[in-house]
């Protein structure tokens, strides 16, 4: 099992920067897919960027793609979400997600929540004009 912990999250004007961390702990070493999510009220839980570890391939949302970045602190087991240029559309409560090599669960791909077996409790971000 593995548990994933959020911090990093709040409040920040429209332009401004943040970043989020997710901290792992348990089984971290079976960890070879990491995701971060967001879900707004009234929307469904959104993909926002994913990142595979044994080549490092990362992927984004259209949405964030050229203001977001993931990275991964392997040795802490750490991953961070650094958000740039936030937009109210960008608020939203953020989850980190996470999957095992060899997992039994079915893959639907990397925006796909029902991929992914453990989540955080997730950390609000709100983006004011």
Not at 9 to 22: A, F, Y
Not at 44 to 62: C, F, K, N, S
Not at 96 to 106: D, K, T
């Amino acid at each position: 099992h593995v548990q994933l912990v959020e911090s990093g999250g709040g409040s920040v004007q429209v332009g401004g920067s943040l970043r989020l961390s997710c901290t792992a702990s348990g089984s971290v070493d079976l960890i070879n897919k990491w995701a971060w999510f967001r879900q707004a009220p009234g929307k469904e839980r959104e993909g926002v960027a994913h990142i595979y570890v044994p080549d490092g391939t990362l992927r984004y949302a259209e949405t964030v793609r050229g203001r977001f970045t993931i990275s991964l602190d392997a040795a802490k087991n750490i991953v961070f979400l650094q958000m740039n240029n936030l937009s109210p559309e960008d608020t939203a409560m953020y989850y980190c997600a996470a999957r095992l090599s060899g997992s039994g669960r079915s893959w639907y791909g990397w925006t796909s929540f029902e991929s992914y077996a453990y989540w955080g409790q997730g950390t609000q971000v709100t983006v004011s004009t």
